[in-house]
C-alpha cells in the first residue's frame, strides 16, 4: 500500500514520481521489492559523506589523470623547441597572426551561432508539429558528417560549379576567410541549438504562460521570464561553440585556401615538416600556437564566466508595442520562415551536398551492391563505421559516468567556490587545442607508456575531446535549479541519491540527452586527433578523409574511390546516425526516457 505524503516509505520516491517508466516496466511484487531493495541500498551510501566526497574526488581525479594532464605534459615536453620559433621573427609573426585570426572567427561566428540558433531552438521546443523531432534530428546532421568531408562538401556547394556557384559564375565564394566563417558556423551551429533545446525542454512552461496570462506578449514574455532562466545554458552555447571553432583543423584546411588561423597554422606546419622543416621547427610551432591559444582561451572564458554571472536579465525596457507586433500572426510566421531558411540555405543543404552522389550510386544499383555485401573497398569501411559507433557508445557511456559528478561539483560547489571556478575553468582546455595538436600531444605522452593498446588511446583521445560538452550541457542545466529545492527534500528526509532521482533527473533530462548526442555525435565525427594518435585502427571519419584526399590527389590513390564512392560513404554514415539520434529522440519524446 502506498501511504500518503512527500515520500513513498518505501521507495523514496516522490509521490507524483511513483508511476514512472522504469516501475511500468517491471510488473510483480518481486520486481518491485527487489527495486525497492536497489534503491534504499544506494540511498543509504548516498548518505554517507565518506563515499560522497570519494565519488567525486574520483571523477575529478579521472578528469585530470585521462583528459587534461596527458595532453598538457605532452605539449610541455616539447616546451624547448619554442626557441626554435621566437628565434625566427618571421614565422613568430606568422603564429601571432594567425592565432588572432582564430579568436576573431570564433568570437564573429558564435554570436552567429547565438542569433541564428535560439530562434531554431525556439521552433523546435515551442512547435505543435509531429515533424517536431525530425527537425530536432536534422539540425545535428553537420556534427555527425566527418569533419574533413564537410569542409569538401562546403568547398564543393560554395566553390565549384557542381554546387551554387553554377547560378552565379565559376566561384560565388572563393576559399579563404569568408569560407572559413561559413564553415564555422555550420558545424558550430548545432552545438548552440543542441544545447539551447535541452535547456528550453527542461525549463518549465508554466512561468511562460502565467506571464502570459497577466498580458504579456510571447515575445515579452520570452525576453523577461524565459531568458533569465535559462541564461547559464546560453553562456554555455556561446562557450561550447567558441571553443569548437577554436578547435577544428581538417576541416577549416581544406577550405582556408591561403588563410590561416591557428589549426591551420598547424596542419601547414606538419605538412611542411613532411616536405623538409625540420622537426625541432615543427614541434616548436605546434608548442608554441597550442600554448597562446590555450592561454588566451582560458582568459576570455574565465572573463565570459565573470560577465556572463554577473549580466542581468532581461537588460532595457524593451518596446512592448513593437514586442506585441512582432509576437503573433504574420510577424512570427515570417520569423520561423527566415529561421528555417537560414537553416536550410546555410547549414543543411551545404552540409548534404557532399552526399548527393549517394542518390546516383543507388539509381545505377551496381556500387550500392557492392557496399551492401561489403565487396572491394566497402569491407573495410563497415569495419571502420562498426568502430566508430562502438567508440563513440564508449565514450558517451564514460563521458557521462564520469561527466555527472565533474558537473554536480561545478553546478553546486561542492568543494567552495574558488576550487569551482578553477575545475570549471579548466574543462574548457580539451575544447580548445585544435584536434590535431591534441592528438599529437596525447601521443608526444602515451609514447612514453609501452604497450598502451592504440583503441585505448583512441578513447582517450575522443574522451578527452567530448567530455567537455556534456559537462558544460550538464552543469549549465543544474545551475537552473533553485538549490532551496533539494534543500527542503533533505529536510524532510530524502536521501541524496533520492533527491537526485526525483528532483535533479526530472528537471535535467533533455540536458542529459542533449549532452549524451553532443558527446556521440562529436566523437562520430572526429578527425583530427583520430589521425594523430592511430597507424592501424581506421574509424569511419579517417576513411572518409583518406577517400576526399585520394579524390583531391592530395594523399595516396586508393582504387575504386570516386565522387560516387565519397558521396555514398557519407551518405550510409549520415543515414545511421540520423537513425539512431530520432530513435533516441523519439523514445524520450514519448515519456520512455
Known sequence: MVKKGLFNITTNIPEQLIICPLTKKYSGNRSRALLSKIGNTINKLSSKKPLKYALYLSAVTIFFAIILIPPIIGIFTKFDTIQNVTSQPALMNRALSAISNSFIIALIVSALDLIAGVPLAWLITRSKSRWLSVLDTFADIPFVVPTAALGYSLLLFWSSSEGVSAL??????????????????????????????????????????????????????????????????????????????????????????????????????????NAGLPQA????????????????????????????????????????????????????????????????????????????????????????????????????????????????????????????????????????????????????????????????????????????????????????????YFVRSMSAAMERISIDMEEAAKTLGAKPFTVFRSIVLPLTKYSILSGAILVFTRSVSETGATLAVTSNLQTAPVLVVNWVNSLRGVGTIIPGVDALAVGLACGLLIVFSFIILLVLRLITRKGKY
Open 168 to 273: 552565379f559564375g565559376p566561384s560565388l565564394i572563393s576559399p579563404g576567410w569568408l569560407l572559413v566563417m561559413l564553415l564555422h558556423f555550420t558545424f558550430s551551429f548545432p552545438v548552440v541549438v543542441r544545447v539551447v533545446v535541452g535547456a528550453l525542454l527542461d525549463y518549465k512552461v508554466e512561468f511562460e504562460r502565467a506571464s502570459r496570462t497577466l498580458g504579456a506578449p510571447p515575445l515579452t514574455a520570452a525576453r523577461t521570464v524565459t531568458f533569465p532562466i535559462i541564461k547559464p545554458s546560453l553562456i554555455a552555447a556561446f562557450a561550447l561553440a567558441f571553443a569548437r571553432s577554436l578547435s577544428e583543423t581538417g576541416a577549416t584546411f581544406i577550405v582556408a585556401g591561403l588563410f590561416e588561423n591557428g589549426p591551420v597554422f598547424i596542419q601547414n606546419m606538419r605538412n611542411e615538416f
Open 281 to 468: 621547427t615543427y614541434e616548436g610551432a605546434t608548442v608554441f600556437a597550442s600554448l597562446i591559444l590555450i592561454a588566451v582561451s582560458l582568459a576570455i572564458f574565465a572573463l565570459i564566466q565573470i560577465v556572463g554571472k554577473r549580466l542581468t536579465l532581461p537588460f532595457g525596457k524593451g518596446l512592448p508595442l513593437f514586442e506585441k507586433k512582432l509576437s503573433y500572426n504574420k510577424a512570427a510566421y515570417s520569423r520561423n520562415t527566415i529561421t528555417l531558411i537560414v537553416f536550410l540555405l546555410l547549414v543543411l543543404i551545404p552540409s548534404l551536398f557532399v552526399a548527393l552522389p549517394a542518390f546516383q550510386a543507388i539509381a545505377t544499383g551496381t556500387m550500392i551492391v557492392s557496399a551492401l555485401t561489403g565487396s572491394g573497398i566497402w569491407a573495410n569501411y563497415w569495419q571502420s563505421l562498426l568502430l566508430s559507433y562502438g567508440l563513440g557508445a564508449i565514450v558517451t557511456v564514460l563521458g557521462i559516468i564520469i561527466g555527472l559528478p565533474v558537473a554536480i561539483l561545478i553546478a553546486r560547489r561542492t568543494f567552495g567556490k574558488t576550487p569551482s571556478a578553477i575545475l570549471d575553468t579548466l574543462i574548457n582546455i580539451p575544447l580548445i587545442v585544435p584536434s590535431i595538436a591534441l592528438g599529437i600531444s596525447l601521443r608526444f605522452f602515451w609514447q612514453g607508456i609501452p604497450g598502451t593498446p592504440e583503441f585505448l588511446l583512441l578513447v582517450f583521445a575522443h574522451l578527452a575531446i567530448t567530455f567537455p
